[in-house]
Structure formats: structure tokens, C-alpha cells
């Protein structure tokens, strides 16, 4: 791992590879370690460059409120110190692809391309909004042990549930490694998050799209509609997967991304 000091944390990262740099930007609660086989994959060809966002891994704690915009501005600096002066492919899970429309509405200069995975550009509804409050007074009250195990029932495609128990454990394992503090700072920064479609319009870098069939956080029927709205666009729907393809379906997920990446090859 590397760290990188920025002006409001220190940010750790796992970098691997020579070439073209790659960020893939973790969802949340989890760290960088849910791109384990993008890393081993892609390392052979490119820079790998997975960081653990403030708060998660190995990087700095949250201690206060923030907003993504911060945790986007914190992966410029990172990118300067780490690929500097170099366009970046950035690959966004969720939370990560919140970020990501942040990195691509700010710094468009310096996004290659964009893949955007099970992920939305809306803001939350008033509901989800009032959803997330009630779980951060849950977990100040009782702890993250319900609001964890909630969201882990959610994640994975019930075909992951039943035939994958080890992309199971590790899931619940990295997600039970976030503070509670963690949690509810993160949690109140998704729901204050702006609402990025005004920005989809204005897309240039070629864009990645990418939906799971079994997906009840980021419907796929959601996800296609997005994609309309961004000129260099391509929508994938991959059968059978939830909410993290990357870890229930790495072959495919790995083998989709190639091909993308080989398309669109500068
Ligand atoms: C994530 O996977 O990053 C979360 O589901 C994002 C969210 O709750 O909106």
C-alpha cells in the first residue's frame, strides 16, 4: 500500500502495474479490497490505482461531516501525486460511481474514459433521504450490527447468497472493519449528495454503463434510462448479478471491461 497525504486526510492505496492508470473507486462500506480480482486482472496491463476512501481501509478515520465533492477532490490529489500529469480511466461502484460523476463534472480534463457500475445520477428521494437518517440513529443507539446485516441481504444477487458463501464472508468481513463513525458520516454524505443528471448531457470520455439483473439498490431499468442520457455511452445488463458484480462475477465482469477498455483505446 502507498499513502498519500491530502489537505484533509491520508489516503491509502493499493497500486499495482505499469501503464495507463486505472482508479477504481470502492462502494460503500467496503474498502479497496472488493476490487481484488480487477487488480490482479488489469495489473498486467495498466496502473492499478485502488484506494480505501477516508473512513474505509486503511485510510485516515472520518471524524466529521464531509461531502463526496471533498472525497473527490482528495482523489485529485492522489492522482498527482501517484499518475501525474495522466488522463485516468475511473471505474465507480455506487457510492463510487456518486464520486465519480463529481471527478468527471470537475476535472473532465483529466478522465480518460468512465465506467460507471450499479450505480445512479439522481439524489435521493425525501424516502431513501429519511431512510438513511433513521439508520444513522439506529447505529449511534444500537450499534451497526442490524443496518450491516440489512445491507449485506441487499448487495449480493440471491444466486451469490446460495452458491457463493465465501464471496459472502468476505463481504460481511470488509464491511465489518467500517467504524460506526464511519458509517453515519458516509451515510449523511450520500444522502446530501447533489443530483448529477444535469451533468450526464455534458459526457464526452467514453462511457461504461454497467447494471446487475438482480441489482434492488440500482435497478438495471434505471441504469439503461442513464445511459441514455450520455452521448458516448454503452449499457451492459449482466444476468444474475447484484449489486457488486465485480465480486460475484469477476470473469465476466473482468472480460466486459476489456473489451470496453480495448475499444476505446486511445
Ligand atoms: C453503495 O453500494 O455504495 C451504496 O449502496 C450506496 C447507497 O447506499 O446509495
Known sequence: MRFVQTSSSRIAVDVTGEGEPLLFIHGFPLDHRMWQAQTVHFSRKYQVLAPDLPGYGLSSPLEGPYTLHDTAAGLIE????LAPGKRVTVFGLSMGGYIAWQLVHRWPERIARLVICH???AADTPETARGRRIAIEGIRQSGP???????LGRLLAPQTQAAQPAVVSA?????????????TWTLDAIAGRPDSTPWLAAIQCPTLILAGSEDPITPAAEMRELAGQIRSSRFVELPDAGHLSPCECPARFNSLLEDFLSATSP
Do not use: H, T, Y
Request: net charge neutral; proline share 4%.
Open 78 to 81: 492522489v492522482l498527482e501525486k
Open 145 to 151: 450490527a442490524a443496518f450491516l446485516a440489512a445491507m
Open 119 to 121: 450505480s445512479r445520477s
Open 171 to 183: 463481504v460481511q468481513g470488509w464491511m465489518q472493519q467500517a467504524s460506526p463513525e464511519s458509517l
